[in-house]
T-cell receptor
Framework: DADVTQTPRNRITKTGKRIMLECSQT?????MYWYRQDPGLGLRLIYYSFDVKDINKGEISDGYSVSRQAQAKFSLSLESAIPNQTALYFC???????????FGPGTRLLVL | GESVGLHLPTLSVQEGDNSIINCAYS??????FIWYKQESGKGPQFIIDIRSNMDKRQGQRVTVLLNKTVKHLSLQIAATQPGDSAVYFC??????????FGTGTRLQVFP
């Protein structure tokens, strides 16, 4: 869905490197989320943000940080990447009056 | 494309048949439920949702049924098509803003 874009789509990095995954949306939604997806597991919430000044930890925030640069942009950083952070990462958005979350196309991250 | 889930339960159906995908949710206090479709290499795509005060909701070729007594959710796809092949998973929402996602079922449609 072009309303939610993620860059890069694929990334290979080495252990110890700092990397940033970016998410942008044109839906005008105030709420944004970062999830990771691993084989055999459901999506797990890393961080979420209700607006630019509101950032909240999800269930697996250790090793990650986020920045909400604007209403439309929410970036996820891995401060020092480790191999078990190899996963698919998804950004999602939600409008205040809705319950539904809309997902971006994902970033596949491989940490060597 | 990516493998979303290596060991997911799989439902195989013939093109044109109806499909029923099931989901057991965990919390009786959940008040909202969503079904998503995820094709290989893509992000989850919203299909249909239902609130806990409803038992059934219909969309285009899809129907969601909610049985709160046994905490069960199902997705019915009518006249299944090859383009329906994907992983389908449900999500539930408690009183918080957070969604809890299931692991998914892989739907394979064969001619």
């Amino acid at each position: 869905d072009a309303d939610v874009t993620q860059t890069p789509r694929n990334r290979i990095t080495k252990t110890g490197k700092r990397i940033m995954l970016e998410c942008s949306q044109t839906k005008g939604h105030d709420r944004m989320y970062w999830y990771r997806q691993d084989p055999g597991l459901g999506l797990r919430l890393i961080y979420y943000s209700f607006d630019v000044k509101d950032i909240n930890k999800g269930e697996i925030s250790d090793g990650y940080s986020v920045s909400r640069q604007a209403q439309a942009k929410f970036s996820l950083s891995l401060e020092s990447a480790i191999p078990n952070q190899t996963a698919l990462y998804f950004c999602a958005t939600r409008g205040g009056a809705e319950e539904t979350q809309y997902f971006g196309p994902g970033t596949r991250l491989l940490v060597l | 494309g990516e493998s979303v889930g290596l060991h997911l339960p799989t439902l195989s159906v013939q093109e044109g048949d109806n499909s029923i995908i099931n989901c057991a949710y965990s919390n009786s206090a959940s008040d909202y439920f969503i079904w998503y479709k995820q094709e290989s290499g893509k992000g989850p795509q919203f299909i249909i949702d239902i609130r806990s005060n409803m038992d059934k909701r219909q969309g285009q070729r899809v129907t969601v049924l909610l049985n709160k007594t046994v905490k069960h959710l199902s997705l019915q796809i009518a006249a299944t098509q090859p383009g329906d092949s994907a992983v389908y998973f449900c999500a539930e929402k408690l009183f918080t803003d957070k969604l809890i996602f299931g692991t998914g079922t892989r739907l394979q449609v064969f001619p």
